[in-house]
């Protein structure tokens, strides 16, 4: 795999690395518009533009969407369409308070539910509020009606055209970026699941559960990231062999997910069987160092490097079959440590097919059309489907039309204290609102402890700065080098990057003679303003997570099921990866990742809303565990010959899907729920009488190993495996029934009072 950095050759190495991590790269790029600005208007002599020209460069790379040059340059049409509808909205009815209110109501929330068409739109209508309020400050230092507009839609234009080049002259560096994130948070995700073959006496997997599935939720994350961007690309046509190269990375970093949030069987099991082996201690050992080549893949794919894939990871299959053999070829075996092993031969493979997808990312040849290659594509491409998806979307069920209510609520409240109070600097708290209040609790909370500590921060910088750096030009110098690190910090420390945007508003402020006159209103808004923003969450339509998780356990289980049924229709078939199934597959995973986010998000929220708290997160370990036990059916699937173990099979999966409605109708519909003793001594009863009658000379495509005497091999029919698998998930089923039934009572409570 090459993404060899044609322009520079002989760049050393620690060079092309900085040049590689997204964030330097994508604030050289405001820094190269920030200086054209500063330049510009140190060559006419014109101070009075530097402000809006900033404030549209800024505005306009917020707005800024991952995309091929074509849908860049539409994306930046409708940008600039929004842009001017701000701008010259605000001037028209500045003058006019109560139509003024009324303007921004509206034109905020058509400007949140403008999201519903598509995560580009959403970003754009983020953009194009927070122009209008940038459009307020020239209506303060009393400009004219078109000078305003016309510097903020310059600048807006300059970093647009600048994006524009970017991405001709590094075309394929987002989606570079973008799958190296998917390797990075998957070598994490590995090194959180290598904790649990660290066998110790009487292991709790529940704590190391919790942690996988957030670091799992943070794959999930980037692969949806790397996917949109892939899409971006190909929906203008054929790709070129360089993208079609990244597709084919993209499809490997999918089944390497599947394969490692698999699991073969309770790892406390494990634990207690081979406390006393070194063979777990190799499995960790093996998931490190394939954590270790995630990593190198990710680093390949930043730089535009050719990947080299290392001999750790074989060398540590090796030591598993080593161990394997020493296990096998002991004379005491009983039964229930026999079928251990025959699990973790099933992981072997595994693991080893993890490490043969690594390695061919060595070498990637090119797709000769008999790979699955197609992306679902989530966006709206008509505009009748627009407006459907808006009108779908504007119900109080919609998390995005409560949130459009609040933030035009709490945007129009802001307005009002700004008129009630004849406040001369108080678009300060309009743009506080718009960036504190978010769409949950949990995360307004986070804003504004980061937005109130950085205003702090950057105010008590400001005053010996504007002592310091007295004339307009050091300013001018001190606004370009804070605009850049705004935007270097402001998605990953959120603190830091208000720290400067603030000490920017500052400069910007002092160009008019106002510097040190801002400095207390800037607080004082930034306050009134993040009180406005958690009262609107907390009291506008508010989404605590408690109210929503048994939707969304719903949709989790739903999801698990539907997965599980098209994995189960593979053992036909045969192995397809095929659109409907990787559909399937992910939105599993969404589904879970989403239930991992609510859970955390309720822990934050206030006392009185939070509620079953240890039975949300044994749910949650459940659901992750039925997932990874359905990863493990997918990814050991294959075809198998034998109709009666089809029978077998299809009829065990019936029991598990109807078990599945049935908690899925409790849990939406709050029905009675069934003894769960009884489904549990029906289920595993039979399902252990299944695998008493498995026999080893099952019919299936894969050839058993030559070199391994019958009665030593551990038995590796696929139907074996499927109905172990298959076990695991009905054992969770009581647990689940009683834990419905606890959130039911729970649910029933809260209505009453």
């Known amino acids: 795999m090459s993404f060899s950095l044609p322009r520079f050759p002989t760049v050393p190495l620690t060079l092309r690395e900085y040049w590689a991590n997204h964030r330097i790269n994508d604030s050289i790029r405001v820094l190269i518009a920030l200086m054209g600005v500063a330049l510009y208007a140190s060559y006419a002599g014109r101070t009075d533009i530097v402000t809006p020209l900033v404030l549209g460069v800024i505005a306009s790379a917020l707005a800024e969407v991952d995309d091929h040059f074509w849908g860049r340059v539409r994306a930046l049409g409708v940008t600039l369409v929004c842009f001017t509808v701000a701008a010259f909205s605000v001037e028209l009815l500045y003058d006019t308070p109560w139509l003024f209110a009324i303007g921004l109501t509206v034109s905020s929330f058509g400007f949140i539910m403008l999201g519903a068409i598509g995560e580009r739109y959403g970003t754009i209508a ?175 794919l930043s730089i535009g490097a050719r990947y080299q894939h290392p001999k750790a990871g074989q060398q540590a299959l090796l030591a598993i079959q080593q161990s394997m053999q020493y296990l096998l070829a002991e004379q005491t075996q009983d039964a229930s440590r026999m079928a251990l092993l025959h699990q973790l031969d099933f992981l072997y493979k595994n693991l080893e097919t993890v490490e043969e997808q690594l390695a061919s990312l060595s070498n990637l040849a090119a797709n000769d059309g008999t790979q699955e290659s197609e992306l679902a594509d989530p966006d709206a491409r008509s505009l009748g489907e627009m407006v459907y998806r808006i009108r779908r979307q504007m119900t109080l069920k919609s998390l995005r039309f409560r949130h459009a209510v609040r933030l035009s609520l709490s945007l129009l409240a802001g307005y009002g204290v700004i008129q009630g109070l004849s406040l001369e600097h108080g678009f300060w708290i309009l743009m506080t609102i718009q960036f504190v209040c978010q769409t949950n609790y949990s995360a307004t909370r986070n804003k504004l402890k980061e937005r109130i500590l950085g205003t702090v921060g950057g105010l008590l910088l400001g005053v010996p700065a504007l002592y310091l750096f007295p004339d307009p030009s050091s300013q001018l110098a001190l606004m370009v080098i804070t605009g850049v690190l705004f935007f270097a910090f402001r998605t990953v420390q959120y603190t830091l990057a208000t720290l400067f945007i603030t000490l920017l508003v500052l400069m910007c402020f002092s160009q008019f003679g106002q510097g040190f006159a801002v400095i207390l209103p800037r607080l004082g808004d930034t306050v009134i303003g993040c009180l406005i923003a958690v009262a609107a969450v907390r009291y506008v339509l508010p989404d605590w997570q408690a109210h929503r998780l048994r939707g969304i356990m719903t949709e989790a289980l739903q999801a698990n099921r539907d997965y599980l049924a098209h994995v189960i229709a593979q053992y036909r078939v045969g192995k397809r990866d095929n659109l409907a199934y990787r559909i399937a597959r992910r939105h599993a995973h969404n589904a879970d990742a989403e239930l991992t986010t609510a859970i955390s998000n309720m822990l934050v929220e206030p006392g009185r809303y939070r509620t079953n708290i240890e039975e949300t997160f044994r749910f949650l370990c459940l659901n992750n565990a039925m997932l990874s036990y359905i990863s493990a059916l997918g990814a050991h699937r294959r075809r198998m010959d034998d109709e009666v173990n089809h029978q077998k099979v299809a009829q065990l999966h019936r029991d598990i899907h109807q078990s599945l409605n049935a908690l899925t109708e409790r849990l939406r519909r709050e029905l009675p729920t069934e003894q769960p003793t009884q489904v549990a001594s029906t289920g595993d009863k039979t399902l252990s009488g299944d695998l008493a009658d498995t026999h080893p000379d099952v019919v299936y495509h894969d050839t058993p190993e030559p070199n391994v005497a019958a009665h030593d091999r551990v038995d590796n029919t696929p139907l074996s495996m499927v109905l172990q698998q298959l076990t695991l998930i009905q054992r969770m089923i009581p647990e689940l029934n009683m834990l419905t039934a606890t959130l039911r009572q729970q649910a029933l409570k809260q209505s009453r009072t």
């Open 126 to 300: 983020f953009a194009s509020l927070l122009l209008a309020v940038y459009t307020m400050l020239g209506m303060e230092q009393g400009s004219d009606m078109w000078l305003q507009p016309m510097m903020l839609l310059s600048g807006a234009v300059w970093y647009g055209l600048l994006s524009l080049i970017w991405i001709v002259i590094w075309p394929h560096r987002p989606v570079q970026h973008r799958l190296a994130a998917v390797f990075r948070q998957t070598a994490t995700y590995m090194e959180t699941k290598s904790n649990l073959f660290h066998p110790v006496t009487e292991l709790v997997p529940q704590p190391t559960r919790i942690a996988a599935a957030n670091r799992n939720a943070q794959v999930v994350a980037a692969l949806n990231q790397a996917k949109a961007s892939l899409l971006a690309r190909a929906r203008r046509g054929r790709l070129t062999k360089r993208h079609q190269a990244l597709l084919q990375t993209y499809f490997i970093a999918q089944d390497i997910h599947e394969r490692v949030s698999s699991s073969h069987y309770r790892y406390q099991d494990l634990a207690a069987q081979f406390f006393h082996s070194d063979i777990l201690f190799r499995f960790e050992a093996l998931l490190n160092a394939q954590a270790s080549a995630c990593r190198d893949v990710a680093q390949a």
